[in-house]
Nanobody, 125 residues
Framework: QVQLVESGGGLVQAGGSLRLSCAAS????????MGWFRQAPGKEREFVAA????????YYTDSVKGRFTISRDNAKNTAYLQMNSLKPEDTAVYYC??????????????????WGQGTQVTVSS
């Protein structure tokens, strides 16, 4: 079992930056691939980024490539999403997710077993 808690969301102006954190419980965090998804009002949840359980691979949806960076610190049982050059269209609730020994190319929410409660990111124009 893995419990995930996101933090770091907030209100930021367009062009600004935020870093989201996803703290995981348990001693086997290093065995889990981590993903970030987001859901804007009235829209379906969509994939944002993922990192493999080894940390050797990352993958991003096209709209965030070059602006967002996913990373992990296994010593701290934490995954991160650094978000730069934020745009109003990035406004959403952001969720982290985990799957045991998963790939960075897991882009479907059904591929993940564990989810956090979400953190709100609002980008003003």
């Amino acid at each position: 079992q893995v419990q995930l808690v996101e933090s770091g969301g907030g209100l930021v102006q367009a062009g600004g930056s935020l870093r989201l954190s996803c703290a995981a419980s348990g001693r086997t965090f290093s065995s889990y691939a981590m993903g970030w998804f987001r859901q804007a009002p009235g829209k379906e949840r969509e994939f944002v980024a993922a990192i493999s359980w080894t940390g050797g691979s990352t993958y991003y949806t096209d709209s965030v490539k070059g602006r967002f960076t996913i990373s992990r610190d296994n010593a701290k049982n934490t995954a991160y999403l650094q978000m730069n050059s934020l745009k109003p269209e990035d406004t959403a609730v952001y969720y982290c997710a985990a799957v045991l020994r998963g790939s960075a190319y897991y882009t479907k929410d059904t591929q993940y077993n564990y989810w956090g409660q979400g953190t709100q990111v609002t980008v003003s124009s």
